[in-house]
């Protein structure tokens, strides 16, 4: 199983993006899937089984204000994951996404009001589920919101 997890977000106006949170934001959001995921998937063909989670965004398919690089990533995240899917579903190897909404971390600064958003478990449980299903069924997309705000 790989869960490839690792984002970086700026969100702002395009024209306040610098050249370098941009090829951050593309390095670590969507480069690295191709890194990590070319290392890990020769082994899980080889063996015929294997499963790997992406953990999306919501922004993979809706747009936003400040989210132009950003946003972009994750579609890319989207294509990149179902095009990877219908490749290698026959040999045996799963891919899921996880497009989690907001989710109350250091991704979010300052004294943002956080209690509407999930919480880094509810995001690993939707994992979890995902992987959780039998070999012939295959829970390719799954989007995930707080369903209201956490208590205490």
């Known amino acids: 199983m790989l869960v490839n997890n690792a984002g970086v ?3 702002k106006p395009f024209l306040e993006l610098t050249p370098e949170e941009w090829h951050t934001m593309v390095a670590v959001n969507f480069n690295a899937l191709y890194h990590v995921t070319r290392v890990v998937l020769p082994g899980m063909i080889e063996r015929r089984r294997g499963h ?3 953990i999306g965004s919501i922004a993979g398919r809706s747009a936003f204000v400040g989210g132009s690089c950003y946003g972009a990533t994750k579609h890319a995240v989207m ?3 179902e095009s990877l899917m219908l490749e290698v579903r026959d040999k045996g190897v799963k891919v899921s996404v996880v497009n989690p909404g907001s989710v109350a971390t250091e991704f979010f600064h ?3 009001d956080t209690s509407w958003m999930l919480v880094a478990d509810d995001v690993a449980e939707a994992v ?3 992987i959780d299903t039998p070999q012939r069924v295959l829970m390719h997309r ?3 919101r707080a369903s209201a705000p956490k208590k205490g």
């Open 9 to 11: 977000g700026f969100l």
């Open 52 to 54: 790997i989670v992406v």
């Open 79 to 81: 294509g990149f994951s």
């Open 110 to 112: 300052g004294d943002r």
């Open 128 to 130: 979890a589920f995902a």
């Open 142 to 144: 799954i989007e995930v």
